[in-house]
């Protein structure tokens, strides 16, 4: 059974600072890693992909990933009132090729406070 | 452009009776896949299709039946409906890379 594991939080953070989101995963042969964000009562929306070891930054959102680790985390610099959401992490499945299942983690809620 | 459509967004359904989610993409992709999101469960896989003409078996897949009669259609079916199928059901398709992107959501209420 593959696994994901999240904190589910609450992460409370203060505006303008740096929340750090964190996610390990079991299968080692992992390739593609996601960051959805979810806000309440409404659908997943991607906001990062990565899937080589390092960081990968986006505007206020650095992915990083550490394979060696089985480790991905997300960090959203500058935060906002409006970061404040569930955020998910998904792991693509082994297989690759034409099978693009993912599994996701219970995801962390974030709270950022003005 | 739409993305991903979902139908109905919400319903209410007495135990036993039948029930189809429509979903709908304009995006493309080969990869569709309906999930079900309960708190403190996540989002979990209830069946998926690579491509149309083929689909396969997630997560949970007991009391749902699908088709992929074609690209762009993914419907989910519960035959007999029951109280614990009550749950946020999202669809999405998948693209090359793997990202997947979501329909609005149906929520589904079984009494």
């Known amino acids: 059974q593959k696994e994901v594991e999240q904190n589910s939080g609450p992460l409370s953070v203060p505006e303008g600072a740096i929340a750090s989101l964190n996610c390990t995963y079991s299968?080692?042969?992992?390739?593609?890693f996601f960051w959805y964000r979810q806000y309440s009562g409404k659908s997943p929306e991607l906001i990062m992909s990565?899937?080589?070891?390092g960081d990968k930054e986006d505007g206020r959102f650095t992915a990083q990933l550490n394979k060696a680790s089985q480790y991905v985390s997300l960090l959203i610099r500058d935060s906002q009132p409006s970061d404040s959401a569930t955020y998910l992490c998904?792991?693509?499945?082994?297989?690759?090729?034409?099978?693009?299942?993912?599994?996701f983690g219970k995801g962390t809620l974030l709270t950022v406070n003005p | 452009i739409a993305g991903i459509t979902q139908a109905p967004t919400s319903q209410i359904l007495a135990a036993g009776r039948r029930m189809t989610l429509r979903c709908t993409q304009d995006?493309?992709?080969?990869?569709m896949y309906w999930y079900r999101q309960d708190l403190g469960l996540g989002l979990r896989l209830i069946h998926y299709?690579?491509?149309?003409?083929?689909?396969g078996k997630g997560e949970v897949p007991d009391g749902y039946s699908v088709s992929r009669a074609n690209t762009d259609d993914f419907p989910l079916t519960l035959a007999s409906a029951v109280p614990s199928q009550t749950s946020v059901y999202f669809c999405?398709?998948?693209?090359?890379?793997?990202?997947?992107?979501f329909g609005e959501g149906s929520r589904l209420t079984v009494l």
């Open positions: 999405a398709s998948g693209s090359i890379t793997g990202e997947l992107f």
């Open positions: 299968d080692r042969g992992s390739q593609s």
């Open positions: 990565i899937y080589s070891n």
């Open positions: 998904a792991v693509r499945d082994r297989t690759g090729g034409s099978n693009y299942k993912l599994t």
């Open positions: 995006m493309r992709h080969n990869a």
């Open positions: 299709s690579n491509t149309a003409g083929t689909t």
